[in-house]
């Protein structure tokens, strides 16, 4: 959803100056009076219909990774809100949306496996593929993020999610307090199917094995119609490891399964983050992100490997409270 949240804005920022240039009008005091202090921006999204797509997303460091064939639908009556409180804070909220649904690489549509959802790609193009498939559905709470100015040193930020808590500049990591903005999220999510297939063939691959001797082919290096291409494209659609029927949630009270609720810290510090040895020095250059609360249920429905089950997972109970990751650029 944070993909959502930053296309939104950034829609609404390129959007700003077409309407600024289709009429511009010189403001009396009392209409300036008038717009000063008003409660923020709204925006109201929905995805229905074909929904929305990307055909690839690729990251080059030497070679690079990609995820291919992203798909995104089912997203209802969500409505964000953008405002600035009077301590400089950028405050975005967000109300919930149950049954989105996600799709990366293949899906049942795809009868020829011309997708991967992730794709490892050498510099020179050599292609394999890491991740076959992956679907999922989730309810998507309500959601709260604040760019904190810093700067503000009695910034007392009270926060609407989970009590109305207020929020001072104290209450930051140390190391966190002292740069110049910090990132507070705090949102619900509860995934409800999620369906992965590892390990598999790009079309590519799977053409090129489906004309080994071993397929009935006569390795001319060409697919032909018929069992070839029948073979070709069931290797391509497929994985050697499937994970099926995947639900992450939390019970309430009564024992129902929910949404959990995910709280994180994100600042950046500046300065190197490796000595001159390559060593890491504490506390360096970097982004941080500061788990305050991950907690949650992984359950598995099904997980399978050559084709045949070897049966189901649950992790319990499960709490990352208090994990601090930091990432870094690297020679």
Do not use: C
């Not at 008038?34 to 074909?50: D, L, P, R, Y």
């Not at 910034?155 to 001072?168: D, E, K, M, P, V």
């Not at 600042?267 to 609360?293: F, K, L, R």
């Amino acid at each position: 959803m944070k993909f959502l949240k930053k296309a939104s804005l950034a829609a609404a920022i390129a959007a700003a100056p077409f309407a600024v240039n289709a009429e511009m009008v010189a403001l009396d005091d009392a209409t300036m009076s008038a717009t000063t202090g008003q409660a923020g921006v709204t925006i109201e999204i929905e995805i229905a219909g074909s929904g929305i797509s990307v055909g690839e997303i690729e990251y080059t460091d030497e070679g690079s990774v990609s995820l291919q064939n992203l798909t995104v639908n089912n997203v209802t009556n969500i409505t964000q809100t953008i405002d600035v409180d009077a301590d400089g804070n950028l405050l975005i909220g967000m109300t919930g949306s149950d049954g989105i649904q996600i799709g990366l690489g293949n899906n049942a549509a795809d009868t020829t496996g011309d997708f991967s959802a992730v794709a490892l790609r050498s510099d020179t193009g050599e292609t394999t593929e890491l991740v076959n498939n992956l679907d999922m559905t989730v309810n998507v709470g309500a959601s709260e993020t604040a760019i904190l100015n810093l700067a503000a040193g009695s910034n007392a930020y009270t926060t609407s999610f989970g009590g109305n808590a207020a929020w001072t500049v104290g209450d930051l990591d140390a190391r966190a307090s002292d740069g110049s903005v910090a990132i507070l999220s705090k949102s619900s999510l509860q995934i409800t199917d999620m369906n992965v297939g590892l390990f598999g063939y790009t079309k590519e691959q799977a053409e090129a094995k489906a004309d080994s001797v071993a397929y009935g082919g006569n390795n001319d290096g060409v697919v032909d119609a018929g069992v070839e291409q029948t073979t070709a494209n069931t290797i391509a659609t497929g994985s050697a490891v499937q994970i099926g029927g995947v639900q992450f949630y939390q019970l309430d009270g009564s024992g129902n399964k929910g949404a959990a609720t995910i709280e994180q810290v994100i600042w950046a510090e500046g300065g190197a983050a490796v000595d001159g040895t390559g060593a890491s020095i504490p506390n360096g250059g970097g982004v941080y992100i500061q788990i305050g609360q991950i907690a949650g249920t992984l359950e598995v429905g099904s997980i399978a490997m050559g084709g045949a089950s070897i049966g189901g997972l649950k992790v319990s109970d499960i709490n990352l409270s208090g994990m601090t990751q930091r990432i870094y650029g690297h020679n």
